[in-house]
């Protein structure tokens, strides 16, 4: 019964993913169009849309781009320098955390795209092999881009690499500790995550996909934010601006991960585990509840006056990207989706980053809270408008992988499970004295 709820699963997330995918290239191509690419001979405009970074027009741009052979182009005018305000010392740059920067993912190329904007990048990784390589591909990467940009030498910044498990809650404690001294964090962006991987359990007995996409994210948010709050009088008069961005997935499937117990703990073998649990289902639980609760942080920023005049939270899917997420997944036919010809129905993460850096950096979005963003696109304005109407917020159209709109609204919209989600995170977190409690109270 299990192989067969398995393979249902998974012929499910497949036909879901292209369905996505292709809403995506529409968004892309016919509504918003191709703002990542530079336009040969045009100066750049806001009125446009175009992005802080963008591809030369001399770039190649087909799904196999890397850092070995693309080419950039940085709209200068079009970064929120309020960003730089309130550094240490006039010679300091502002500092980014990026969580999932190993090579080759989109991470790695948000890191990269920062640090060649000035800001010196706290990059996460799981493992030090990870970190090892992408520091190395960073370097070259930086170096190569140094060349084909006199103007950029001496203005980059550089990666501090760190390594934790972003599913182990004391881990991120940790990394937390660490973080915290650096009195320069600008921008915050959780990008790291599991793609409908193998069943395994976290150190705290949580499935891992759950606790690496939300709890262990929703704990460095939350972290970052109560030493702010703690620290409050220490800040100068002008108070540094802050950013956070939670890179999220438009097709997160059904799930409402309010009904029964979100912080499941397996105590069950993990034999037992691997052979009943819908790998699928979990993922989509996953990003539902990541979604959740950046929607209910940016509204807890919004009302919170010690937060709301120089923080701002926005999630952004940028897109179906091409990755390692598939490789190590260990799906069935994971060559084949893999291939060349299937990767036409996705994204190089070069492109992919573009659009989560115009998102942390662009002036054009220095208010800007609690929006979703799809490929470029702000949903928010016609999302406010289908919050209005209880009928088309339930409908079966809205709720389809065709919708172009904030994903699965019944759902991700209702402040209601946005609530819930924001009682039972606090909750877990502060009964396992992650958090104090009072401050987010």
């Not at 850092?67 to 240490?88: H, P, Q, V």
């Not at 190329?109 to 990059?123: K, S, T």
């Not at 956070?244 to 997160?252: K, L």
């Not at 209702?414 to 977190?429: E, G, M, P």
Request: proline share 4%; hydrophobic share 45%.
């Amino acid at each position: 019964m299990h192989i067969l709820a398995e393979f249902i699963g998974y012929v499910n997330f497949l036909l879901h993913g292209i369905l996505v995918s292709l809403v995506d290239f529409y968004i892309m191509f016919i509504h918003v169009g191709l703002v990542w690419k530079r336009r040969r001979d045009r100066h750049p405009s806001m009125e446009r849309r175009d992005l802080v970074m963008q591809l030369a027009p001399q770039s190649p741009q087909h799904s196999r781009l890397s850092s070995s052979d693309m080419i950039l182009s940085l709209n200068e005018s079009f970064l929120d320098r309020a960003l730089w305000k309130g550094l240490n010392a006039s010679w300091d740059q502002p500092t980014a955390i990026v969580t999932g920067v190993s090579y080759g993912s989109m991470g790695f190329y948000v890191a990269l795209n920062l640090i060649l904007c000035g800001f010196n990048v706290h990059g996460v990784c799981r493992t030090f092999k990870s970190v090892s390589h992408a520091e190395r591909m960073m370097q070259f990467a930086v170096e190569r881009q140094c060349r084909l940009h006199k103007e950029w030498v001496g203005k980059t910044g550089r990666l501090i690499s760190h390594v934790c498990d972003m599913s182990d809650t004391v881990a991120v404690s940790n990394l937390c500790a660490v973080l915290l001294r650096d009195m320069n964090i600008r921008l915050v962006v959780c990008a790291a995550g599991y793609m409908a991987t193998p069943p395994r359990l976290s150190p705290q007995r949580l499935e891992e996909q759950f606790a690496t996409q939300h709890v262990g994210h929703s704990l460095l948010m939350l972290r970052l934010l109560q030493h702010r709050i703690q620290h409050m009088k220490f800040y100068t008069s002008v108070r540094p601006n802050w950013r956070f961005v939670v890179v999220s997935c438009a097709f997160p499937g059904g799930t409402d991960p309010t009904q029964g117990n979100m912080f499941d703990t397996y105590d069950k073998g993990d034999a037992d585990f691997r052979s009943t649990f819908n790998r699928y289902d979990g993922w989509s639980r996953a990003e539902m509840c990541k979604l959740l609760f950046a929607f209910a942080l940016s509204r807890y920023v919004e009302h919170d006056i010690r937060l709301a005049p120089f923080c701002t939270v926005n999630v952004l899917h940028p897109g179906p990207t091409r990755s390692r997420a598939i490789a190590n997944s260990r799906l069935p036919l994971a060559g084949i989706l893999d291939n060349d010809i299937l990767a036409l129905l996705r994204l190089s993460p070069v492109i992919s980053a573009l659009y989560v850096t115009d998102t942390c950096l662009s002036k054009r979005l220095d208010n800007t809270n609690g929006h979703f963003f799809r490929m470029g696109d702000d949903q928010t304005v016609f999302s406010a408008t289908l919050r209005k109407d209880a009928g088309a917020i339930a409908s079966l159209w809205v709720n389809s992988p065709f919708f172009t709109g904030t994903p699965l609204p019944a759902v991700s919209m209702s402040t209601c499970k946005q609530d819930a989600v924001w009682r039972f995170t606090l909750s877990y977190l502060t009964s396992h004295a992650l958090l104090e409690a009072k401050i987010f109270c």
